[in-house]
């Protein structure tokens, strides 16, 4: 209770604590913290205050305490598990890994051809790329908590699953390549020293087979006893390869017998180390890249120490300080071995001891011996020497105090080597397993025991390992691995750079040593290297990348980490809404903006698939909900985010924002004012049609009808979308629905009738597999678009239905044009309409003038149209002795006798109007009707009734439109 103490403000409000921030841990339940609304309906009284602090802190302290060093729950009997520190878990790790077969076995070889000088270089520039790489990952590892899963779970929750997948994959397949190199070294070493014996088991590459595949199972079971185990085996290591590294030096001091002279080991010359610092290239494999092809995959263990970042004490603090420090004594200790050497052994020896020379005769000697008193000028010219830098694999054992300890140093360093990578492979395999981002690996995630060792993943890389020893060739694995090793370099320092310029909070690393533009530069040099070591082999490290990155992509994982990828979307997304906001608008880039009053949108599904229709990925589409007052008790805290899943996977592309008013058109006005930002600015208002207006009362036309007229006012376009059954699919919600808005009777639309209906209650992810399909997702075929341009609103009648054919759906369908005419100019007009559409460019040829559009309209319809008026009327010229001021106190919303007289020729317009729809229009698929304007002084009722009168009668979608009498076409280049 101590720690849980109030904060001076309230006593609900608690101080702030570390367990209220748990939840940014995976795996573990964030503590208990009181929301807003409990803050704000606090009680008063102290008493009662405490007494709900005190109910809050008994259900916090009912919950499991997790402990924060370690990302599962621990029963309180269970053992904890192995924790290493930085010199354990990092620093030996990757100088063990570091120290690889390379450097026995290969070291003196890239010395005789590429030189001291050249070698040293190769050594930098290995280091160079590591170094900056592990600045990277010291910034990316101290960003935060970094849990198991190393390299990958750094790029991965950098970058984003789509990157990291894919590195996550490859890292992982490049790791149990690496434990196949070092083992088939150690089998080259078990191999020769049988050799040295006679042994031979089969042949001389099938014994490198046998060895590396009886060392790979052994290193298995090492693997599978668990890391602590697998720690103790890395110590000993470690502890041999000091005696070794001491048994060379103090050789390099002992003078040499002449035994080793004949070998061409004669301790430090000058002349020797002279001779060796240039290059002397040789045969097929001359060349600098090659040579640092095969010697960088000796670099490649500097990621050991992090992959295994589930099981470090504090990572933030191990890895950094551990593979830094590795890299410097490694750095330190292969320049040292370069030159000593290279100080102390010629290039080409016989190993003959009858070749050294008697008195000063050097008649004919060629090569270096000659001057130290050997002469190994035969087997020069016939390239037959055996010994020397150029020809001999074990120049370090001869040149060393003991050779055989060297060959334990060659056992202990390609052993520890392939035990690490053997370990790191599984290890980030199960995460990436675990993170569920690639289909049928999910088996391999699973952990056991008290570190969760990833057994099943073990198995998997040691088949992978044995299948790539059986190619027995130590040479021809490394130049694949220096491929793979370097992409997730590449993709490290990527990652720190691309974290870094875009500027995101989240974003602060507690190691401050590193630049984003030597992480670039990091980036940038892997890429090259790639492609300058082996071309071939980058192609098809980037083609796999691409592959998987485009499975990722296409699948969207439902994953959200954070990533330096959102960050930088944000980034371009503002930058480029800033710099729009400077452009003036032009009419040859109008796009319709549409503020759709959707309410909840999984409830008028056909509302927001007619819009999505014809802005998706053209223009902007906001579903606006408004909440009444009565309506935010019932409304679910958590149905925001629910309501834009369910808009993701109906691939609607629009914004959802919900907003609280008093009545619809307060919360439409405060919209139309507020939403968007900048020119992404909704610039027309699409409403669904108030079907049951005649049930409704006076205040709620009034509402509707005045939000239509601040639309008007505020110089909107305004679409009003009518079906024949109604939008609302969920009557049984009513109470959620917006009773100023669209309630129906009917359920559903026929286009929309299922026999499962989905409970709008339901907001999990059940409902969002059950989408209700409506008629706009249909393929329309060959119907008709009927399009009844009335009046001239600046184009937008004519281009929404343009859009609606750029869409596969829609396609077929032909676009019909209706204008009003005279039958003695009939042909003339349909000929000015015909080229005006030519001049927009629309391909609608299909033109029909309406001759009869002045006709009185039919009794039967006429009076059907006064009949539905008449409960709003006023009768103010039957009722004597009552004037109209009083009857309008009573009923300010009702028509008066002259108010309906004004407007009768208008109202039996609408009437004749909408007899020419029912009888071209029945069989369309959508018919869209120009928007009357109304007056200033037409009563909300009248203008009700003509919008119902207008669209009444049609089995299809019709869409009442008005542009803002503004132009959207052009028929102009400039």
Known sequence: MELRRSSFYSTLDLVPQLENYASTLPHQKPRSRPSLEALRKAFDEVEAGMEAANTISDSVSSLPVTDSGNEELQGPEEKAPVRFGWVTGVMMRCMLNIWGVILFLRLSWIISKAGILLT??????SVTVTS???????????NGRVTSGGAYFMISRSLGPEIGGPIGMVFSFANALACALNTVGFAEVVRDLMQEFDVVMVSSVSDVRIVGVITVTVLLFISLAGMEWESKAQIFFFTVLMVSFSN?????FIPPSEEKQAQGIFGYRGEILVSNLYPDWRGPEGSFFQMFAIFFPSAIGILSGANISGDLKDPATAIPKGTLMAIFWTTISYLAISVTVGACVIRDASGNMSDILTGNITDGCVGLGCNLGWNFTECIQSQSCEYGLANNLKVLGQVSGFYYLITVGVFAASLSSALGFLVSAPKVFQCLCRDNIYPYIGFFAKGYGKNDEPLRAYVLCYFIAMAFILIGKLDTIAPLISNFFLCSYCLINFSCFHAS??????WRPAFHYYSKWTALFGAVICVVLMFLLTWWAALVTFSIIFFLFGYVNYNKPKVNWGSSVQAGTYNMALSYSVSLSGVEDHVKNFRPQCLVLTGPPHQRPALVDFVGSFTKHISLMICGDIIMEQERQVRQQDITEWLVKWMNKRKVRSFYTPFSADNLRTGARHLLQASGLGKLKPNTLVLGFKTNWRESSPESIEDYINTIYDTFDSNYCLCILRMMDGLDIFDQFDCEVNQSFEPDKSAENEDQQSPERESAGDNSDKGDSNQIKTVF?????????????????GGLTLLVPYLLTRRKRWRSSKVRVFIVGDEQNMEEGRNEMIALLKRFRLDFNDVIVMTDSEKRPHAKNLNRFVDSVAPFRL????QDGVSVEELRQSAPWKISDKEFEAFRLKSERKVRLNEIIRRNSQHAALVLVSLPVPQSDCPSALYMAWLDTLTCGLHC??????????NVLTFYCQ
Do not use: H
């Open 120 to 125: 040293c270089l190769i050594v930098l520039m």
């Open 132 to 142: 900056v790489t592990a600045l990277s990952i010291s910034a990316i590892a101290t």
């Open 248 to 252: 060379y030096f103090v050789g390099t």
């Open 501 to 506: 310029i875009t500027n995101s909070p989240g």
């Open 777 to 793: 997702q249909n393929d329309q075929g060959k119907k008709t678009i009927d399009v009844y341009w009335i009046a001239d609103d």
């Open 875 to 878: 009768y103010d010229e039957q």
């Open 957 to 966: 979608p019709a869409v009442l439109i008005r542009g803002n009498q503004q």
